[in-house]
């Protein structure tokens, strides 16, 4: 981390409160220098995520801060004590926990950099895919236990020319429909804000949840955990399902009801491929962690090592808003009801 140099005091004083623990893996030297090079910058102290009496200690002088995971809420105590902070530049997928009403009372701009993150949720996705249809996973464990070709689950598949079923086309869902670019699949959409131009425009056909798996070799879940996706993939939408279709979950676990799809998992119809479950983590007699048409992963579909296009889109939200330009995500009220 470089030092910042004494600079003329018109500059703005950003706060960073993400502890200094986390500092190698969300923000990279790009990071930095561009983040130097317009403002004043102040360090929570800590190692771990600043709490809410670490923030009030911290953001007196801030005029924006940037957070990420496991940082306190900006609640009115924590507001009350930072009378000059006008931007929160969040880093993670959700930014929902972090504000409070008071946020919205002062006017203050809030700004994500989920869109960065999604790229790297997307990118496993779409690995996920092709491994999927190649039956990699099961496949291997046969292998391994001295089969070859004879397995019920030869012929492997390819991608391309299959039919793929988006649910959610929020930031991770629209990187998938940009990635599947170049295999030729038929992409079937399901979000209930996507306009039928909106659909046209992102080459896919918008169908309703029914039609949607009803259809698909693939469906891969996108959408925000809420009351209204609460088990969107519920008994008899796991039933309707193709035979062989693969279920690619890497958004929340709640939007399926995995008492259902542990029972069609049992009868041997569909593969899943699990980055997050409901419980996380599932429970130790869960039958998630035995089926061997079951693979799940510890939530690591987003960046684990290297989050640093978090941090430089972070960073560069901050310099557009002291620079009185555009931002890139600008997160309003009305946004909240269908994001992460």
Sequence with gaps: MTQT???PSTRP??????GQRHYPRMFNQAAWDALHRFAEVIHHPGDEPATKADLIALLPPADGCITSWEVAPLDPDV????PRLRIMAHMGGSVKRFITDAVWERGMAVTSAAPALARDVAETTLGLMIVG???IWPLAHHVREGGWRESPYWPARELHHRTVGIVGAGNVGRWVIRLLEPFQ????LHDPFVTAEEAQALGVERVDLDELVRRADIISLHAPANPRTRHMLNRERLQAMKDDALIINTARGSLIDEAALIQELRKGRLFAFLDVTDPEPPAPDSPLRHLENAVVTPHLAGCIADCGRMGEMAVEELRRFFAGEPL????????LERIS
């Design 328 to 335: 890139l995500n600008p997160i309003t009220p009305e946004m």
């Design 133 to 135: 249809m190649k039956r």
């Design 5 to 7: 140099p004494n600079r």
């Design 79 to 82: 507001l009350a004590a930072a």
């Design 13 to 18: 004083t950003i706060a960073i409160t993400i």
């Design 185 to 188: 699949v038929h992409i079937l």
